[in-house]
């Protein structure tokens, strides 16, 4: 599975943005796609995610404020991001997670957002 993110940028505080991944190769595979993001200095950490049959979850940090989705006619993910704040500043990782346990996870390349004024 390759996953490939797009719609990163520098947006101001209170700004929107969407998130784009796009899935390819053993997509029937995957039970569970998502984002993570990793801050400077930071650990990656779970943002939200959404499983094969639509069952949605976010971290509280972004509750209220991001919106995962899909279009499974485009094998794309999105992720709507708006209110933004500066402490969303990272960079953001599509993830997807097989279904056969013990598998490791596929990951995208990353997509750089920058809440700043």
């Known amino acids: 599975v390759q996953l490939v993110e797009s719609g990163g940028g520098l947006v101001q505080p209170g700004g929107s943005l969407r998130l784009s991944c796009v899935a390819s190769?053993?997509?029937?595979?995957?039970?569970?796609m998502g984002w993570y993001r990793q801050a400077p200095g930071a650990a990656r950490a779970w943002v939200a995610s959404e499983t094969s049959d639509g069952v949605t979850d976010y971290a509280d940090s972004v509750k209220g404020r991001f919106t995962i989705s899909r279009d499974t006619r485009k094998n794309t993910i999105y992720l709507q991001m708006n209110n933004l704040k500066p402490e969303d500043s990272a960079v953001y990782y599509c993830n997807a997670k097989p279904e056969v346990p013990g598998r490791p996870d596929y990951w995208g390349q990353g997509t750089q957002v920058t809440v700043s004024s």
């Open positions: 190769g053993s997509i029937a595979s995957i039970y569970k």
